[in-house]
């Protein structure tokens, strides 16, 4: 069974990431807490949404994603940030019925795709991915900053009259 997730579900997905962080080899990285979790998903004005595979009432998966939106086509997207099913139930469906579910809600809110990432190394992923149809951009790199490069950009932004417009999350 898929279905949205709830906030009593925040512990078990925080523990799904770290379990995802483990497999992609890098669990220092998991920062998140069960409050910032919870705050995203569930807060006065959510950031991401989340839906979990059920197993006899337990967790076997999720999947953790977010709007885009493409200029090009002028429409929004889902962008999948994280998907995960656990071990045990991988080969019982519950990736597709994930994916599924957010290609529904692609269908019935108009959204023109829905994208993610995948590690270069994840050939299970890779294709589990082409085999429902996913095409690899491959002319395209993901580039990222973070911490110190990020404030140190940050730094360099001219504050006052050119101030961004952002609104704050």
């Keep these: 069974m898929i279905r949205p997730a709830t906030p009593g579900d925040v512990p078990e997905i925080l523990a799904m990431v770290r379990e995802l962080a483990d497999y992609e080899n890098a669990p ?10 919870h705050q995203a998903l569930f807060g006065e004005r ?7 595979a059920e197993h006899d009432g337990r967790a076997a998966g999720f999947a953790l994603w977010f ?30 019925a994930l994916l599924a579910e957010l290609a529904a809600i692609c269908v019935e809110r108009g959204y023109q795709r829905l994208e993610w990432s995948v590690l270069d190394w ?33 730094g360099r932004q001219e504050r006052g009259a050119g101030a961004s417009a952002t609104p704050p999350l």
């Design 28 to 37: 220092q990285e998991v920062r998140s807490t069960e409050e910032q979790l």
């Design 67 to 96: 709007l885009n939106f493409s200029t090009w086509r002028g429409k929004h997207g889902i962008y999948l940030e994280d998907l995960f099913v656990r071990p045990r139930y991988r080969g019982e469906g519950y990736g597709k």
């Design 122 to 154: 994840n050939e299970p992923a890779i294709g589990f991915y082409k085999g429902l149809g996913a095409i690899p951009m491959e002319e395209w790199t993901v580039y990222r900053l973070t911490d110190e490069p990020l404030r140190a950009l940050a």
């Design 46 to 52: 959510p950031a991401a949404y989340a839906h979990v």
